[in-house]
């Protein structure tokens, strides 16, 4: 069964610092793997996915993720924090045929201090 | 161009009263699934429908609940006799038969 881990429940980062939320996944074979934000009282709203194309995936916002399938990772990083980034971020798992089923990881939530 | 509806935003029940939760997709897309969202935790799969179709009910309570998608109209999430553990967000998510979903703004459901 695929099953998501991310590690940190809750981060903080000072504004115009690296945001590095990590995200690893189980999986017999590569999957499809997704970023989503989510803000207080809103839905969820896709950052960028991975489904074997380049393993960088860039995605709004100045997100980006790395799959690495020898570390079964795909952390999510931005380069310079903004205080609009401050919401949960979901790591998710598909499958690759059949039901596009996602596993949802926790959610880290992350604080931006100014 | 829309994106997926939900309605109501906000839902109260007492318990034992019936709850229906409405998802009206994206337009082009033919695929449905619904998700819940307990306090402080991540979504779970709850059921994946096509229209008429359930293809994948394995994340739904065997009891109370149910899910339609009609030839028209909404899809449909339905908890009957409503118990204070249902108390939690419904979001509705659709895809085309393609990778990624968009989310709806979710329907929170309070039993009281």
């Known amino acids: 069964a695929q099953s998501v881990t991310q590690l940190g429940s809750h981060v903080s980062v000072s504004e115009g610092a690296l945001v590095l939320l990590r995200c690893n996944y189980s999986s017999s074979v590569p999957p499809y793997l997704f970023w989503y934000v989510q803000y207080p009282n809103q839905g969820l709203q896709l950052l960028l996915k991975?489904?074997?194309?380049?393993?960088l995936v860039k995605g709004i916002n100045g997100f980006e993720a790395e799959f690495k399938k020898s570390e079964t990772s795909f952390h999510l990083t931005k380069p310079s924090a903004h205080m609009s980034d401050a919401a949960e971020y979901f790591c998710a798992v598909s499958d690759r045929g059949g039901a596009q089923k996602l596993v949802f990881g926790q959610g880290t939530r992350l604080t931006i201090n100014p | 161009n829309a994106g997926v509806m939900q309605n109501p935003r906000h839902l109260v029940r007492r318990r034992g009263q019936e709850a229906r939760l409405r998802c009206s997709p994206m337009?082009?897309?033919?695929?449905v699934y619904w998700y819940r969202q307990l306090p402080e935790e991540g979504l779970k799969f709850m059921v994946y429908l096509q229209k008429e179709n359930i293809i994948d009910e394995s994340g739904m309570p065997k009891e109370r609940f149910s899910a339609e998608f009609p030839k028209e109209g909404p899809s449909i999430l339905r908890i009957q006799q409503v118990v204070r553990g249902d108390s939690a967000a419904y979001f509705c998510a659709s895809s085309p038969p393609s990778p990624g979903y968009t989310f709806g703004s979710g329907t929170r459901l309070t039993v009281v």
């Open positions: 337009k082009g897309h033919s695929h």
């Open positions: 991975y489904t074997s194309a380049a393993t």
